[in-house]
């Protein structure tokens, strides 16, 4: 069904452009996997604190105020940096189900964060105590932490898969 | 003997073979044992970068460094220890190319620098890090945070570029 808006924007002045330059790809990936370490390193941090694994100095709160926005950042970045990969290569994104999978998954986790930051700073005192802490936190740490990991996997198949749908 | 007949040796073992999928049912050996380098290898990044950032006085600056360091680094230590031992995995599957290759070796270069940059920190303006724990890190703190960004993100680059390479 995408397979020809793929190879219509494949054809595009912007796509070739990018096409020509040997180096953008490799580049644009790099920095994907920069932006990444960001987000997977920061939400690991935080779900590890929600699940009492580690230890932390900070309370919650600090902890989610302080890395939830460098995760919004990094996800712009991952967001530029994956669409000039779509551009450059948009078939071999977009006739794999690993794409879409990985797509579908950013959606909901990125909900999920929306919703756990705007908790936590409605109510700051309630989740930095373990014992008022939603029994929610768990499960959105455990479920995070599995999409996470998932979108990576997603992530990395988009480059072994796709040519088995091409 | 040789460095060559060593490589030879190493990709000559059975589960060098099976790294390269020549033994049935490994076929995806190697995508799957890269996806697990990928994850602990933002593991490594991720937190390394929350070091650095906070030593540059960009990132969570209500954080002591010395607390930050030890809610930290052993994350860093065990996801590098999983990346190594994964990256040796790969390393087997082509271990005469990848040793020859330009990127491989500007990859391991990278990271040489990085751990004497991180000793002559720990050595160095880490040993007072009681008088400026809390406040402004000294130069020398925020030029070792900066170099390892800056090296890491060649770690990054150049491992990632070791795939469009070989």
Redesign the interface.
């Given at each position: 069904m995408f397979r020809p808006f793929a190879d219509w924007l494949g054809e595009t002045p912007l796509s070739k452009t990018l096409q020509d330059q040997a180096w953008v790809v490799p580049t644009s990936q790099s920095i994907h996997i920069l932006a990444v370490s960001i987000v997977f390193a920061s939400a690991c941090m935080i779900n590890l604190r929600l699940l009492g694994v580690g230890q932390s100095g900070r309370s919650v709160s600090q902890l989610s105020n302080t890395l939830v926005p460098w995760m919004w950042r990094a996800l712009a970045l991952l967001l530029f940096t994956g669409l000039v990969q779509t551009v450059a290569e948009p078939v071999r994104q977009f006739v794999t189900p690993m794409f879409w999978t990985k797509m579908l998954m950013i959606v909901i986790v990125a909900s999920m964060t929306a919703f756990y930051a705007k908790a936590v700073r409605r109510n700051a005192a309630a989740w930095d105590a373990a014992s008022s802490r939603p029994s929610r936190a768990k499960v959105f740490a455990i479920l995070s932490t599995l999409l996470w990991l998932a979108i990576i996997v997603c992530g990395r198949f988009i480059g072994y898969t796709w040519s088995f749908y091409a | 003997m040789s460095i060559e007949a060593l490589l030879a040796i190493i990709e000559a073992w059975p589960i060098s073979a099976a790294m390269r999928g020549e033994t049935p049912g490994t076929e995806?050996l190697f995508?799957i044992i890269?996806?697990l380098h990928?994850?602990a290898?933002?593991?490594?990044?991720?937190?390394i970068?929350?070091m650095d950032l906070r030593l540059l006085g960009i990132?969570?600056r209500?954080?002591?460094v010395s607390?930050l360091s030890?809610?930290?680094l052993?994350?860093t230590w065990t996801a590098w220890g999983v990346a190594a031992v994964f990256g040796t995995l790969m390393f087997m599957a082509k271990a005469a190319t990848y040793a020859g290759n330009l990127q491989f070796r500007l990859k391991f270069v990278c990271m040489g620098f990085a751990a004497v940059n991180m000793l002559v920190f720990h050595f160095g303006a880490y040993r007072q890090v009681a008088r400026w724990d809390s406040g402004a890190p000294p130069m020398s703190a925020r030029v070792a945070g900066a170099l390892s960004l800056l090296l890491w993100?060649g770690v990054?680059?150049f491992g990632?570029?070791v795939g469009?390479t070989t």
């Open positions: - | 995806w995508p890269e996806t990928v994850m290898l933002t593991l490594v990044v991720g937190s970068a929350m990132a969570s209500n954080s002591a607390r030890n809610e930290v052993p994350w993100s990054v680059f990632r570029w469009f």
